[in-house]
């Protein structure tokens, strides 16, 4: 089954302290994007991935990082986070072409205390 | 960047009534306007996309409408069912990144 899977779903932590999101597809996609969903803003683009170890910034990168060594997986990584970045966060990827589908994973659910 | 505008922020409709979902956006070289359903605790999911070569596309009961001379396009739901309430947003994509409305939330009352 073609999916997107991210880990973990729920996550409770601390500012500070050091944590990161996995996120793995098994559609040998090379686009792949992370988002935050936040009330009233929608979704919001941190990261994207156009191909192993090729990352650009979206519109919201600061206090996020990511890395792109295999194709199947794009962790996000936050190296100190605060209690702004606590948010429903999305890990996506797409087909070939230019204006292909995204699929998003089931989401990742992260409160900073 | 571009600037995605999504409106109203929540609809309800009787069930077998039609929905509409307007969304405007900036950036005259966005080129893809895909609609995304999300249902509780889920990610968002493609119901319906549109490209900037075509002005109307139907898929059974939905149907997506795109103005490129206004910048703007729209969702529309006809026969609406209780398994039509989620959350809905528009996007525009604009070469490598997706920008997405604010959302609408959907409750079709039975």
């Known amino acids: 089954e073609a999916q997107v899977t991210q880990n973990p779903r729920y996550l409770i932590t601390v500012t500070g302290k050091k944590l990161t999101v996995t996120c793995s597809q098994n559609?040998?996609?090379?686009?792949m994007s992370w988002y935050r969903q936040d009330p009233g803003l929608g979704l919001r683009q941190i990261y994207y991935?156009?191909?192993?170890?090729?990352?650009d910034k979206g519109d919201v990168p600061e206090g996020y990082k990511v890395s792109r060594k295999e194709k199947r997986n794009f962790p996000l990584i936050l190296e100190s986070p605060s209690p702004n970045q606590t948010s429903l966060y999305f890990c996506?990827?797409?087909?070939?072409?230019?204006?292909?589908?995204?699929?998003f994973g089931e989401g990742s659910r992260l409160t900073v205390l | 960047g571009e600037n995605v505008e999504q409106h109203p922020s929540t609809l309800s409709v009787q069930e077998g009534d039609s929905a509409v979902i307007k969304c405007t956006y900036s950036d005259s070289a966005s080129n893809y306007f895909p609609w995304y359903k999300q249902e509780l605790g889920k990610g968002p999911q493609l119901i319906i996309d549109i490209r900037s070569n075509v002005g109307e596309k139907k898929d059974q009961r939905i149907a997506v409408t795109l103005n490129k001379t206004a910048k703007h396009f729209s969702l529309h739901i006809t026969e609406t069912q209780p398994e039509d309430s989620a959350v809905y947003f528009c996007?525009?994509?604009?070469?490598?990144?997706?920008?997405f409305g604010t959302g609408t939330s959907l409750t079709v009352i039975p």
């Open positions: 559609m040998n996609h090379e686009y």
């Open positions: 991935s156009m191909n192993v170890e090729v990352t």
């Open positions: 996506a990827s797409r087909g070939a072409g230019p204006t292909g589908e995204l699929f």
């Open positions: 996007a525009a994509n604009t070469g490598n990144q997706f920008y």
